[in-house]
C-alpha cells in the first residue's frame, strides 16, 4: 500500500492535473462509491441543486482527496450559485426598476388638464418617492442576502442559535415583493433546518421550554414555517403523560406516603451535586410536608381534604391537591410487634456520624417496644450473625449495649442476610402480630447474589407469608436509592433516610410506631373525572404505584399502609373545560381497617370553580405542594418544568414559609429552591 501510495504522489507531482481512479490507492469499493458520488453530484448540479452538489463534491473529495474532478465540481458549483445569486438580485433590481416605471411619482400631484395644454408625462417619476421606494428595497434585499449569508456561516460553524437569528432577520428585511418570492421559500426553509438542529440541542440540554419559545418566534416572522409547526407539534407530544378524561376517566393508584426521595435530594445538593434525575420522585417531595389538613370527623375512619388553584406555568391548567388523612382511634397501637432487625455492621459504618446515627434509631426504635413485643437482631457483613434470638420488649433498651459491643467489618452480604432474617420471622411468625423485617444500612449489596430481581423476589416471598420489609438507610451520599426504594415497595413497608444523627428523633420514632402498627392497609385512590368538564389530566408522581382500574376493589392486589392520623397527598394537574357541565368528578378512597379488619370505601365530590385561585392569591397549602413539586420536577427536568421561575414564585415561598414558621421540612424546601433559582 504505501509503494502505491507513493507512485501515486510522485504521478501528481509530475503532472497534478492526474486523477484517474485506476491510478488511485482507493480499494475497488471506495473507487465505485466515488463514481457514484460525482454522478450524483453532477446531476444535483444539471437539476440547480448547488447546495446539494457542493455537499456530494464534498464527499468524494473525502473518498479521494486527490480526485480533481470533485474539486472541480465544487468550484462550478459554487460559480454557477454565485451568478444565481447575481441573476436574482438583478432580476429583483428590474422588477423595482418597472414598478416604479408604472407607478410614476406620487409626490406629485395630478395637475389639473387645460384645454390647449399637453398632458404631463404620468410615466416619468424616477426622481420621487417611488425611486426612494425602489432604492430602500433594493437595499432591503442587499442586506437580507447578508444577513442569510452570515446565518450560513453560522450553520457551518455549528452555531444555530445564531443562524436561526439570522435566518430571521433576513426573513424580516426582504420587501413585501412578488419578485423576492424564490428568496422568502429559500430563507424559509434555511429557518426551517436552523430550528430544528436548535430544538434538538435546547431537547438534550432539559430545556424543554426553549423549543416552545424557539418554535413560537419562527413562525412570528415565517407564520407557515414547517420546522417551527414540527417543534410545536412535537412540544405538545411531550405532554403525552396527559389523559383524556373521555378516554380513560379513571386513575388509580397505591397511596405510598414516603419523603426519602426529598431528603435525599436536598442532601445531594448540600454536597455540590446535581441529584440523579431517576432518583427523583415527586410523590415524595410533596409528600415530606404536614399540611394540616382536618382529621376526620367522631366515627370516621379516614377524611379527605380537596383543593384547587391555577398552574403557574401550564395554560388552561389547574392544580388539585388531594389529602387523605386516617383516624387516631383503633386496635393498631395495641397489635403486638414481632421485629427482626437486619444491622449492617460492615466496615463503612465505622464513619462516625453514621455509626451515631444508627445508635440514635436503635434507641428510638427500642423505646416503641412494649411487654408482648419480640425482637431479634442479625448482624450483617461477609455473612450473617445472629445476635439477639426474640428477645422480649421489656428489655429492649439492651439493644443499645448489643450495638456497641458490634465490630464494623468486612462488605454486605444482603442476600444471605434476608435469608436468615426470613427463617427468623418465619419461626417467630405470630397471626395476630404484625410480622416485619426492618434493615438498616448505609449502602447497598456488594457480596452474594445482588441482583435487584432475586433480592426482590426473596421480599415478595416474605410479604405474600405476611411479613413486610422496612428499610432504612444511613448516610445520603453512596446509598443504592433504587434498590431500596423497590424492595420496600414491593414489601408493603416503608423507607426511611437518616443522613445526619439529628435526622433520628422523635419524629423518626413517629414514623417507626406507624409503620410497625398501621392503622389502614392496602390503601387505594380512585380518581374517576368527569368527561363533560375535565379534558385532560395528570397525576404528577407515583409513577411505581399506579393500579389498573378493577385493582381498586380487587382485595388481593396489595397496596401501601398508613399510620393513625398520618395524611396522604396526592397532586393533579388538570384542564378543565369551562364551557363543560358539573363538578371536575369525584375520589374515593378504599382500606382495610385494622380496627375491625374490615374493608373500608368512602367518596368525595371535587367541585368546579369556574374562579379558580391563581397560584399566587391560593391557600398555602396547595401552594406549598405546588412548590415541592415544582422542585422535583425541576430536578428530573420534566416537561415544562424550565418554564418554572422560582424567581417569579419567592413571593410564594415566603407566605408559605409564613404560615408554616416551625416545619424544618419547609425550611429544607427554601433551601432547596434557593439553590435552584
Not at 56 to 69: F, T, W
Not at 74 to 83: H, L, P, T, V
Request: charged share 25%; proline share 5%.
Amino acid at each position: 500500500a504505501s509503494s502505491t501510495h507513493a507512485r501515486r504522489l510522485n504521478e501528481l507531482l509530475d503532472d497534478p492535473s492526474k486523477s484517474d481512479l485506476s491510478l488511485s490507492y482507493q480499494t475497488p469499493e471506495q473507487a465505485d462509491k466515488l463514481r457514484r458520488t460525482l454522478y450524483t453530484a453532477e446531476g444535483a448540479y444539471n437539476l440547480g441543486k448547488y447546495d446539494e452538489a457542493t455537499k456530494l463534491y464534498e464527499d468524494a473529495i473525502r473518498i479521494d482527496p486527490y480526485d480533481k474532478a470533485a474539486r472541480r465540481g465544487m468550484e462550478k458549483a459554487a460559480m454557477a450559485k454565485n451568478d444565481y445569486y447575481r441573476a436574482a438580485y438583478d432580476h429583483t433590481r428590474s422588477e423595482l426598476l418597472a414598478q416604479v416605471d408604472e407607478a410614476g411619482d406620487p409626490s406629485i400631484p395630478p395637475k389639473q388638464q387645460v384645454p390647449g395644454e399637453p398632458q404631463p408625462n404620468q410615466g416619468n417619476g424616477s426622481t420621487g418617492l417611488a425611486q426612494k421606494e425602489m432604492l430602500r428595497r433594493q437595499n432591503a434585499v442587499v442586506q437580507s442576502d447578508a444577513l442569510r449569508d452570515q446565518g450560513r456561516e453560522a450553520t457551518a460553524k455549528g452555531d444555530f442559535s445564531q443562524a436561526v437569528d439570522k435566518y430571521k432577520e433576513a426573513l424580516k428585511e426582504l420587501p413585501d415583493a412578488p419578485m423576492v418570492q424564490d428568496r422568502r421559500t429559500y430563507l424559509g426553509q434555511l429557518l426551517a433546518d436552523g430550528a430544528t438542529a436548535l430544538g434538538e440541542q435546547y431537547r438534550n440540554a432539559g430545556e424543554l421550554a426553549k423549543v416552545r419559545e424557539l418554535a413560537i418566534g419562527v413562525l412570528a416572522v415565517d407564520p407557515g414555517n414547517a420546522g417551527a409547526k414540527t417543534l410545536l407539534q412535537d412540544k405538545e407530544e411531550e405532554k403525552s403523560d396527559e389523559t383524556s378524561a373521555t378516554e380513560n376517566p379513571f386513575s388509580t393508584f397505591s397511596l405510598h406516603v414516603s419523603d426519602a426521595s426529598f431528603k435525599l435530594a436536598k442532601a445531594a445538593l448540600d454536597r455540590g451535586e446535581q441529584p440523579d434525575p431517576a432518583g427523583i420522585r415527586p410523590e415524595e417531595f410533596y409528600n415530606a410536608f404536614d399540611y394540616g389538613d382536618p382529621a376526620p370527623g367522631r366515627g370516621e375512619p379516614v377524611a379527605c381534604a380537596v383543593e384547587l388553584a391555577a398552574h403557574p406555568a401550564a395554560p388552561q391548567r389547574n392544580l388539585v391537591r388531594i389529602g387523605v388523612r386516617t383516624g387516631s382511634q383503633g386496635r393498631g397501637q395495641s397489635t403486638p410487634l414481632n421485629l427482626t432487625i437486619l444491622l449492617d455492621s460492615s466496615g463503612s459504618m465505622e464513619r462516625e456520624e453514621r455509626h451515631a446515627g444508627i445508635t440514635l434509631a436503635m434507641q428510638q426504635l427500642a423505646g416503641l417496644l412494649k411487654e408482648g413485643d419480640t425482637v431479634s437482631v442479625i448482624g450483617l457483613s461477609r455473612q450473617p450473625r445472629l445476635l439477639a434470638d426474640r428477645l422480649p420488649g421489656s428489655r429492649a433498651q439492651e439493644l443499645n449495649a448489643l450495638i456497641a459491643q458490634t465490630p464494623s467489618e468486612g462488605g454486605t452480604n444482603l442476600e444471605e442476610g434476608l435469608k436468615l432474617a426470613e427463617e427468623l420471622a418465619k419461626r417467630q411468625f405470630n397471626a395476630a402480630a404484625q410480622n416485619r423485617v426492618v434493615l438498616f444500612t448505609d449502602g447497598a449489596a456488594n457480596l452474594g447474589d445482588a441482583q435487584p430481581e432475586s433480592l426482590q423476589a426473596r421480599i415478595e416471598a416474605m410479604r405474600q407469608g405476611g411479613i413486610a420489609f422496612d428499610a432504612a438507610g444511613f448516610g445520603a451520599d453512596g446509598l443504592n436509592d433504587k434498590l431500596l426504594e423497590r424492595l420496600t415497595r414491593n414489601g408493603n413497608g416503608r423507607y426511611y433516610i437518616v443522613d445526619r444523627p439529628e435526622d433520628a428523633d422523635a419524629n423518626f420514632a413517629k414514623q417507626l410506631a406507624g409503620a410497625f402498627r398501621p392503622a389502614a392497609e392496602n390503601v387505594k385512590v380512585q380518581v374517576r373525572f368527569n368527561p363533560a368538564r375535565v379534558g385532560k389530566y395528570m397525576l404528577i408522581a407515583f409513577e411505581e404505584h399506579r393500579l389498573n382500574k378493577e385493582d381498586f376493589r380487587n382485595d388481593a392486589v396489595d397496596a401501601a399502609e398508613m399510620a393513625a392520623e398520618e395524611a396522604g397527598i396526592a397532586l393533579y394537574q388538570v384542564e378543565p373545560l369551562p364551557g363543560g357541565e358539573g363538578e371536575i368528578g369525584e375520589v374515593s378512597v378504599r382500606f382495610r381497617d385494622a380496627a375491625s379488619g374490615q374493608m373500608v370505601e368512602r367518596t368525595w365530590t371535587i367541585p368546579y370553580d369556574a374562579q379558580a385561585p391563581a397560584f399566587d392569591q391560593a391557600a398555602p397549602s396547595i401552594q406549598l405542594a405546588g412548590l415541592a413539586a415544582f422542585s422535583a420536577e425541576k430536578l428530573r427536568k420534566a416537561p415544562l418544568s424550565d418554564a418554572i421561575d422560582f424567581q417569579k414564585l419567592g413571593p410564594i415561598l415566603g407566605k408559605v414559609k409564613a404560615r408554616y414558621p416551625n416545619s424544618q421540612a419547609v425550611s429544607d424546601l427554601d433551601a432547596m429552591i434557593g439553590k435552584l433559582r
